[in-house]
């Protein structure tokens, strides 16, 4: 039951009576129908319980097939009326409640009119003071018109407190949801944002080691200096367009965790070693950067001599799934430091609980580490 976004009252009013009201109807919805049946039932209910002790006695069922129709009548002008009238004002608008007061003036006003032929058709008059045994004159008949009137004016009363009691709070919880998804959206832009500035760090540290070393190297073997110069280039050359990009496969973390310990291995006597296998129908899922490279990051930052021998990657769908297998052949990988909460945030900020990091050593010599992802991205 809510109003139309981005009418204005002024557009509304500016608009002939029957368009306005053709705009409203056409935007009722089966839970409208729904209301008015409830308050069809309810009202019958309470009309035919209040004749049910003289059932069999002449005209009873003639004063519950009125009773019946009056409420559908009722009803049904009601909605009609309080769904043109509230139509482009939002709940809490102070125009609102007077139009709310209108619906309710016209639809009784209307309900009554409509039902005054069918109160003579049926003769209620005559049949319900018989069936309450008054022996006196019967009242004038536009009295008990007006008495019918206040009596359908109550029922209208109650019917639109309740629609605009349940239209308020649907409003209200519309708002939460869409405060809280765009909450979502924010955190979800600052988790990226502080990703890309990870990304546009490059490992400081590393580019002063490696470029050390490769001048170092010069002076001894300028060949392999220069190779060991060419593989920093391919390093960067693979790392700096991911400053730009929002996101990446699969297939490019893998290339740039080869470029990385590429240069890594020139520099240590071609430790750790690499093997990487990727299934056929994993290279191209999508995967956010920055989440493989600082698990391998972590295990050749040691000194010559802890350097891990060998680092094996492997890659496979599983239940529509991405697993990716990391073993480091090295121990203490699985000791929870900055760095490894930082992977731990991103993933849950990215992912969600759809996504997870699991760390495990194995026979004192391996450290392996399990992430599995959605394969859609």
Not at 171 to 187: C, K, L, P
Not at 213 to 236: S, T, V
Not at 341 to 365: F, Q, W
Request: charged share 20%.
């Amino acid at each position: 039951m809510s109003a139309v976004a981005g009418l204005k009252a002024s557009d509304l009013v500016e608009r002939p009576l029957p368009s306005r009201c053709l705009e409203a109807w056409t935007h009722l919805n089966r839970h409208h129908l729904l209301g008015v049946t409830l308050a069809i039932l309810l009202m019958t209910v309470v009309d035919i319980s209040s004749v049910a002790d003289k059932f069999g006695r002449p005209g009873v069922m003639k004063l519950a097939a009125f009773d019946v129709c009056a409420t559908v009548v009722l009803f049904s002008i009601t909605l009609l009326v309080w769904s043109a009238a509230v139509h482009g004002y939002a709940p809490g608008d102070s125009r609102r409640v007077r139009a709310v007061a209108f619906s309710v003036a016209i639809s009784g006003l209307l309900a009554a009119a409509a039902i005054v032929p069918m109160y003579a058709a049926f003769g209620v008059h005559e049949i319900a003071w018989d069936l309450m045994g008054k022996k006196k004159e019967l009242p004038p008949m536009w009295l008990a018109i007006a008495g019918n009137t206040v009596h359908l004016g109550v029922f209208s009363f109650l019917f639109v407190l309740v629609a605009e009691v349940l239209q308020r709070r649907a409003s209200t919880t519309a708002a939460v949801r869409a405060a809280q998804r765009e909450q979502a959206a924010v955190a979800h832009e600052v988790l990226e944002s502080r990703l890309a500035a990870m990304q546009a760090q490059v490992e400081p540290q590393f580019l002063f080691n490696a470029l050390v070393g490769i001048e170092a190297l010069y002076r001894k073997d300028g060949n392999e200096a220069a190779q060991n110069l060419d593989r920093l280039i391919e390093y960067l050359r693979v790392a700096l367009p991911r400053l730009r990009e929002p996101g990446s496969t699969i297939a490019g973390e893998i290339d740039l965790v080869r470029a990385y310990l590429a240069v890594i291995t020139s520099l240590h006597g071609g430790r750790p070693t690499l093997s990487v296998t990727v299934g056929d129908d994993c290279a191209g899922a999508r995967f956010y950067p920055m989440l493989l490279l600082p698990l391998i990051q972590r295990a050749v930052r040691e000194p010559d001599d802890h350097l891990p021998e060998s680092i094996r990657i492997d890659v496979q769908k599983v239940e529509g799934d991405v697993v990716i297998v990391t073993r480091i052949a090295c121990t203490g990988g699985c000791v929870e430091d900055f760095e490894l909460a930082r992977v731990r945030e991103r993933l849950s900020g990215l992912y969600g609980d759809r996504a997870t990091l699991a760390c495990a050593e194995s026979e004192g010599t391996t450290t392996q580490f399990t992430l599995r992802v959605p394969a859609a991205g």
